[in-house]
């Protein structure tokens, strides 16, 4: 049996079938639905209503799986300079925000949830030949040990520390940004779900 939507998505769904949840990020303009489109680079381009837009919208990628409880899912969105999008994830590059806004939420379609920060970084797109930690590449820990791995990278790469402990079995949520400090940089906040 389907489980029923949340009756304030159920409108919203029937405009736009690719809505998979809503992340809202208290101190911030981050307040908007989250789509997947099977062609991600549409959804650069293009709001929610499909209208052409340099704003583009919230995404995940198709591989992303929002409502199991899979290791980690990508959120991504444009880093505008007016602070639209995620133009006010840039926030988190400073401790002290974080420690007043160290929680937010995603809704999936079916359930709300909550996440506490666990690491913030600046990274980049990699060639596919670099054999170096790739955020953006990791969906799924089959082992404790891939778990490890990507744990411990986060936390390493961290401008801070967030004190949060993880450990395998738990999951993630993943919000990436484009960051101007080398070519194809990102700006990256990874949050561990708290319920």
Not at 85 to 103: N, S, V
Not at 147 to 171: P, Q, R, W
Request: charged share 25%; net charge negative; aromatic share 20%.
């Amino acid at each position: 049996m389907e489980p029923a939507l949340l009756a304030r998505y159920v409108l919203l769904y029937e405009k736009n079938k690719d809505l998979v949840g809503w992340l809202k990020i208290e101190g911030t303009q981050i307040d908007y639905p989250v789509v997947r489109g099977m062609d991600y680079e549409y959804y650069l381009h293009h709001n929610f209503y499909g209208d052409e837009d340099k704003y583009g919208c919230l995404f995940v990628k198709d591989i992303a799986d929002v409502d199991t409880p899979g290791t980690n899912f990508v959120i991504y969105g444009h880093n505008m300079k007016d602070g639209a999008m995620f133009g006010e994830l840039d926030f988190y590059q400073k401790e002290d925000f974080w420690k007043e806004h160290p929680i937010f939420s995603f809704d999936t379609l079916y359930e709300e949830r909550s996440y506490e920060i666990a690491a913030v970084f600046f990274s980049q797109i990699y060639g596919n030949e670099e054999n170096v930690f790739k955020y953006y590449e990791f969906y799924e820990a089959e082992t404790p040990e891939e778990f490890t791995m990507f744990y411990e990278n986060i936390k390493k790469l961290s401008l801070y520390d967030t004190g949060v402990e993880a450990s395998y079995g738990d999951t993630f949520l993943t919000l990436s940004t484009c960051a101007y400090h080398v070519d194809d940089g990102r700006f990256v906040v990874i949050a561990k779900r708290m319920s």
